[in-house]
């Protein structure tokens, strides 16, 4: 009935998911809650169903084996996995009738009774294993007696609890220690992140040496006794101090924003805003912004640094405009949680290489770029916890796509 064999086999099939798991989400490059929630949901549903359609019956004592990924869902809070555990069980046990369905949803229930009373402590996996399992053979003990009045083996029992217990523990030292390993990758990338702003203000330095050097240029040039010239000097000298506060004001900008000032907009009356503030510039340019939108959406934002981040989108595709009329349309749709909006030109578009940059600080393909607007637009939209990606080819256009939680 207990064979080492059958323990081993249970062991292939819950640290085979959760191995998989961890190796997938340390090789991911990004990294994302959602993304290893969704992952580690995966794993632990995975373990439940391998469990219960592969694993030799170890009669009473398969039922505590079979509940080890439910307890790691309620230990890592993974919410789909505790749903779906809890599902595949119930299913499973009504459909086996090994067990008397009472004990099924006993059992299931003071798991979640537990969960609620201990899960705001920090020593919840600690009490779990401690006691938890003692009042799981207590139930077990029970059941028999009531149900089955077989003789219950009380060493079996004891040796089950303890294979269990040492199981249990094994994931959930693997678990803490991936999450040691993913603090760190959090915080290497904050270095990384770090190292680039240094590196950035030496190349902030260089690019402003550059129209400085002009100007001091010009003004030792001026002649007060010819006035054509100068006036022609004073223009240049006035662009080139124009282009070094841009960069100066972009780069300020950029990579100090921790606080959004959120509150409620509708996505069609910014964008409609937005078209209004551009539209001399594209007219002049014999440019066009088409809006597509049929309702009113609203969601929650910070107004005034959107509004910034569509001014650089729309502003980089007129400044990509390689035909005679440029064309950008703009299309909003409501999602479940989220709002989705398309901006689809049809300039020059990128190539591959080009599009790899994206988003790079200081990137630009533009003489007189500074390369951090669309860095400054990823910042916001994460900040928004939104998304934003680029798709483009080139001579045709390109697409960006944001999305925008409601
Ligand atoms: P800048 O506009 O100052 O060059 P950005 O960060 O706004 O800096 O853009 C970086 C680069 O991305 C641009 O130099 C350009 O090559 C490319 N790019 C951005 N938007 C578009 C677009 N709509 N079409 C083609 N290329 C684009
Ligand atoms: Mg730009």
Known sequence: MLKITNFFLIGIYLFFPILSYITSITNTTNYSKEK????????????????????????????????????????????????????????????DKIYHPLLIILILLSYYLFYLLFSKKDQFSKL?????????????????????????NFCFIFIALFITI???????????????FINLNNKLKELEKERRL????????????????????????????????TRRYFDILKDEIKRSLTIINDFSSFGKIKELDKE????????????????????????????????????????????????????NALEAKNKAYLLVNIKVKELKEKIKIII????????????????????????????????YCQEIIDLHGGQIMFKSQPDIGTTITIYLPK
């Open 344 to 375: 689809k030109d049809n300039g020059c578009g990128m190539t591959k290489e080009q599009l790899a940059h994206i988003g790079e600080i200081f990137y630009t393909t533009k003489s007189t770029g500074t390369g951090l607007g669309l860095s």
């Open 36 to 95: 290893d929630h969704f992952y580690l949901s995966i794993a632990l549903t995975l373990c439940e169903v391998l469990l219960l359609v592969l694993s030799p019956p170890i009669y009473a004592y398969s039922l505590l084996f079979f509940t080890i990924p439910l307890l790691i869902a309620y230990i890592t809070k993974n919410k789909a996995s505790i749903i779906n555990c809890n599902i595949i069980l119930i299913i499973y046990f009504l459909l």
């Open 166 to 180: 040492i199981y249990l523990y094994l994931l959930i030292i693997i678990l803490k220690k991936n999450e040691i």
């Open 264 to 315: 409620e907009l509708d996505i069609n009356y910014l964008l409609e805003e937005i078209k209004d503030t551009l539209r001399a510039l594209y007219i002049k340019n014999n440019a066009e912004i088409c809006i597509e939108n049929d309702e009113e959406i609203y969601f929650i934002g910070d107004y005034s640094r959107l509004k910034q981040v569509f001014i650089n989108l729309l502003k």
């Open 198 to 229: 240094k590196t950035s203000m030496f190349k902030l330095t260089h690019e402003l040496k550059n129209p400085l050097a002009v100007c001091n240029g010009y003004l030792e040039m001026i002649d007060f006794q010819n006035e054509n010239k």
């Open 128 to 152: 779990l294993i401690n006691y938890y399992f003692l009042i799981n053979a207590l139930i077990l003990c029970i059941y028999f007696y009531l149900f089955s009045k077989k003789i219950i």
